[in-house]
Nanobody
Framework: QDQLVESGGGSVQAGGSLRLSCVAS?????????MAWFRQTPLAKEREGVA?????????YYADSVKGRFTFSQDNALNTMYLQMNNLKPEDSATYYC????????????????????????WGQGTQVTVDS
């Protein structure tokens, strides 16, 4: 039984937009969780962090390559997180994964989340995004 289910992927022309959604189920809640979107291309050895946030609304990280174009958001009542992707580029083509973990650390007066894929325990199955030039 999938515990994180992504949707919203697809094929778009460069400059277009997509909105990815990730619903947590199976007893998992976004409350108190670190949440993240990662992506991976077929030739990449590791998943690249795209956005990381804590459940209190603190968005802690965007990859430089997506800043100003991608926006992370969440709806705790729906147990859903989103990734709004605008002005998409061919290099954004990848399989996108959502992930959560409950391993935030209290650092400098805030809950701090890992930015690495290894720091996340629960994963979705991935959704494909293809951007045509």
């Amino acid at each position: 039984q999938d515990q994180l289910v992504e949707s919203g992927g697809g094929s778009v022309q460069a400059g277009g937009s997509l909105r990815l959604s990730c619903v947590a189920s199976g007893g998992y809640s976004l409350g108190g969780a670190c949440m993240a979107w990662f992506r991976q291309t077929p030739l990449a050895k590791e998943r690249e962090g795209v956005a990381v946030a804590y459940s209190d609304g603190d968005i802690q990280y965007y990859a430089d390559s997506v800043k100003g174009r991608f926006t992370f958001s969440q709806d705790n009542a729906l147990n859903t997180m989103y990734l709004q992707m605008n002005n998409l580029k061919p290099e954004d083509s990848a399989t996108y994964y959502c992930a959560i973990t409950y391993d935030a650390t209290w650092t400098g007066g805030r809950w701090t989340c890992s930015r690495a894929a290894a720091g996340f325990r629960i994963w979705g199955q991935g959704t494909q995004v293809t951007v045509d030039s």
